[in-house]
C-alpha cells in the first residue's frame, strides 16, 4: 500500500471535468512538490505536472494541478478519449529520505 | 533533442545479478540526476534512487538499500543501476529518468525525460 493515496480508479465523459486525488502527510506533501504523471498503455511515463502547479512545455492547460495541506488534485478539464491513462502522483518524503509515487489512478473516458 | 536509451531486456536467475545501463544525449549530463524507476506487471511506479553526477553519490529508497547500486559515468553520459540477490518480486520494467534537482543540490521527482524501459525477468 503506497503512502501516497490515490482512488484507483476515475472516469468521465468526453467535456466533462474530472478530478484525482493524492493523499500524503507532512513528512512528503505537506511539506514539498507534488509531480503528476500520466502513463500511456505500454508507454514510459510522461511528466504532466511539477511543483504543484506548474504544466512543462507541450502540456495542454486542460491539465492543472493544485495543494492543499498535505493532499494535492489533478484536474483534467475537456475531457478526451485520449486522456485515458494511468495517472501517478509523486512526492519525496523528508522522512524516509526518498522519492514516493501514488499507486495510479486507472482514468477511463466513457 | 534529449533521448535516455537502456540496455536490453534481460532474464536473470534468483539469486543472481542485473546491471541496467542508460545512455544519454542531447542535453548536458552533468547539469541533471539520473533516477531510475521500476514498474511489476500490471503494478503501479516505485522509485528506487537517484544519482548526481557531478557529485556521484547516490541516494536510494530503503527498500532497496544493500542491493542496489546507482552509478554515473560523466565521460560517457551512462548512468547505470545494478540490482543484486534478484528474487521473482523484482521481475519489472525499469526505467531511467532526467531529474531536476534543487538549488540546494537535492534529488527531486520532476523526472522530464524517460528512458524507454528495460524489461528484467528473474526466472528459475
Known amino acids: 500500500q503506497s503512502v501516497l493515496t490515490q482512488p484507483p480508479s476515475a472516469s468521465g465523459t468526453p467535456g466533462q471535468r474530472v478530478t484525482i486525488s493524492c493523499s500524503g502527510s507532512s513528512s512528503n506533501i505537506g511539506s514539498n512538490y507534488v509531480y503528476w504523471y500520466q502513463q500511456l498503455p505500454g508507454t514510459a511515463p510522461k511528466l504532466l505536472i511539477y511543483?504543484?502547479?506548474q504544466r512543462p512545455s507541450g502540456v495542454p492547460d486542460r491539465f492543472s494541478g493544485s495543494k492543499s495541506g498535505t493532499s494535492a488534485s489533478l484536474a483534467i478539464s475537456g475531457l478526451r478519449s485520449e486522456d485515458e491513462a494511468d495517472y501517478y502522483c509523486?512526492?519525496?518524503?523528508?522522512?524516509?529520505?526518498?522519492?514516493?509515487f501514488g499507486g495510479g489512478t486507472k482514468l477511463t473516458v466513457l | 533533442q534529449v533521448q535516455l536509451v537502456q540496455s536490453g531486456a534481460e532474464v536473470k536467475k534468483p539469486g543472481s545479478s542485473v546491471k541496467v545501463s542508460c545512455k544519454a544525449s542531447?542535453?548536458?549530463?552533468?547539469?541533471?540526476?539520473i533516477s531510475w524507476v521500476r514498474q511489476a506487471p500490471g503494478q503501479g511506479l516505485e522509485w528506487m534512487g537517484g544519482?548526481?553526477?557531478?557529485?556521484?553519490?547516490?541516494n536510494y529508497a530503503q527498500k532497496f538499500q544493500g542491493r542496489v547500486t546507482i552509478t554515473a559515468d560523466e565521460s560517457t553520459s551512462t548512468a547505470y543501476m545494478e540490482l543484486s540477490s534478484l528474487r521473482s518480486e523484482d521481475t519489472a520494467v525499469y526505467y531511467c529518468?532526467?531529474?531536476?534537482?534543487?538549488?540546494?543540490?537535492?534529488?527531486?521527482?520532476?523526472?522530464?525525460?524517460w528512458g524507454q524501459g528495460t524489461l528484467v525477468t528473474v526466472s528459475s
Open positions: 544519482i548526481i553526477p557531478i557529485f556521484g553519490t547516490a
Open positions: 511543483r504543484n502547479n
Open positions: 529518468a532526467r531529474v531536476r534537482y534543487s538549488s540546494s543540490f537535492q534529488l527531486t521527482l520532476e523526472c522530464d525525460y
Open positions: 509523486a512526492a519525496w518524503d523528508d522522512s524516509l529520505s526518498g522519492g514516493l
Open positions: 542531447g542535453g548536458t549530463f552533468s547539469s541533471y540526476a
